[in-house]
């Protein structure tokens, strides 16, 4: 015990006097792969997660996120649309890694024609979904609306899974789709509660609800649920 007490002394007294460029506080964050589900401060420098704590944070921006979720960035790995228009949809959805791998894609789309009992709305909005991967869909659709899964299931399917399904070929993705110290700081801020798909069959351009801020490598895309003109922090991935 007391050596745990001393360690956990060490631990605060070296954030202690810290700065960082953006602090996250006050969120209830989720990490898929540590299973984190806990109110904490997030330390942001450069591009990177530096610092979790479940104790105040000094930052230049200290961004407050009380009552709200903070979760690794979603990755999609099947996204056709590289160009401005489709990262204002992008942002919106809380995708920070966008990948064309034409191979690389779920067999979602085979629920379309495999379904029955389904109400031709629902039909809709997943073969809308298997064009444009959406948090809001997941989120809202299939975690508070229908109880198909919970919401660390939910993103972990996001956002660990696909990054670890590509990071023995491609080392960066072992930084990103979790929250930990030294992750890339990929990361959505949304409302659990508000979060929602608003795309139609017949208006697929519609931005989702609830997702206000976004962050791809420590710069925000989204802040307030309004898109940043002008920032390009995204860098591309390369295999070994």
Excluded: W
């Excluded at 105040?56 to 903070?70: A, S, T």
């Excluded at 031709?120 to 975690?143: H, I, K, M, P, W």
């Excluded at 997702?211 to 860098?235: D, E, K, Q, W």
């Amino acid at each position: 015990m007391n050596q745990r007490i001393c360690i956990g002394l060490l631990f605060s007294f070296l954030l202690f006097g810290q700065t960082y460029d953006t602090v996250l506080a006050n969120g209830r964050v989720m990490d898929p792969e540590s299973g984190l589900d806990a109110v904490r401060y997030i330390g942001i420098r450069g591009k990177r997660i530096e610092a979790i704590s479940s104790t105040p944070l000094e930052g230049r921006n200290v961004v407050d996120v009380r009552g709200i979720l903070v979760a690794p960035g979603f990755i999609d790995l099947h996204s056709h649309g590289q160009d401005d228009e489709n990262y204002h949809f992008k942002a919106h959805d809380g995708v920070t890694t966008a990948l064309e791998l034409e191979i690389g894609v779920s067999p979602g789309c085979a629920v379309v024609s495999g379904s029955r009992g389904e109400s031709v709305d629902q039909l809709r909005r997943q073969f809308r979904t298997c064009s444009r991967e959406n948090g809001g869909d997941a989120l809202g659709l299939y975690v508070r609306e229908q109880n198909a899964l919970s919401l660390m299931d939910a993103i972990r399917k996001m956002t660990l899974m696909p990054a670890q399904r590509l990071e023995a070929s491609v080392p960066a993705m072992r930084n990103k789709g979790r929250i930990k110290i030294g992750a890339d700081a990929d990361i959505v801020v949304f409302n659990p509660d508000k979060v929602i798909d608003k795309a139609t069959f017949e208006n697929a351009a519609q931005y989702s609800e609830g997702i206000g801020n976004v962050m791809v490598a420590g710069v925000f895309v989204l802040r307030n649920g309004n898109f940043v003109n002008g920032v390009y922090p995204g860098m591309g991935l390369r295999t070994k």
